[in-house]
């Protein structure tokens, strides 16, 4: 069993009943299988993690096997209702391509991500470390984070490529976060749109 995981909360209430949903770097397909039980949405994840994707079958969940830097490729445009990206954006290296091809495929895309301007990141670096903690919780040396980007990092990259932001939601420990959240945030999630 999956812990709670707030960012879940979010995403639910952007899914409306009985859309197709696919979930990039799908884990166990704990997501999927609460949109399921919850949305019954027609759910299929991507996964490349051999025992993730075993974990994510055990779980009742329809998942490919893709290595998610070289793109959807064999995906239809705009087969999906929503992309969903859930705290795997910040280990992509091909940020820009996977984004585009999340619109691609989807006609909205959900992404959440730790917001590495968070005030205690900061604290940590200042203090002379890498910053550890519930949104970043490996260690410099065995993390699979190749991106630390903040809230404003990524706001900057929706305006360059064109991709409209129609909402976001920035949380500290489960709290939503209203005033700075560039600074005060700890997770951002977004609803992303292909621009005009």
């Keep these: 069993m999956t812990s709670y995981r707030y960012d879940y909360e979010v995403i639910t209430q952007w899914i409306e009943p009985g859309e197709k949903v696919l979930d990039l770097g799908c884990g166990d397909g704990a997501l999927l299988r609460h949109l399921m039980d919850v949305r019954q949405v027609q759910g ?3 996964e490349n993690d051999p025992d993730k994707l075993l974990a994510s079958v055990r779980n009742g969940v329809n998942v490919i096997q893709m290595d998610l830097e070289k793109g959807l490729v064999g995906l ?9 990206m859930s705290l795997s954006l910040q280990a992509m290296h091909n940020t820009q391509g996977i984004l ?3 619109l691609r495929v989807g006609r909205e895309a959900v992404v959440s991500f730790p917001n590495f301007g968070y005030w205690r990141h900061r604290q940590s670096i200042i203090n002379g470390r890498m910053p550890v903690s519930e ?3 490996h260690q410099w040396y065995n993390t699979p984070n190749v991106r630390f980007f903040t809230i404003a990092d990524f706001d900057a990259l929706c305006e360059l490529n064109a991709i409209e932001v129609r909402e976001r939601l920035a949380f500290d420990e489960g709290k939503l976060v209203l005033d700075e959240p560039n600074f005060l945030a700890s997770v951002a999630v977004y609803r992303l749109g292909r621009g005009a």
Excluded: K, Q, T
């Design 44 to 46: 299929y994840g991507v």
């Design 76 to 84: 239809e445009d705009g087969f999906f209702d929503h992309v969903i």
């Design 100 to 102: 585009a091809e999340m």
């Design 135 to 137: 949104s970043l919780p």
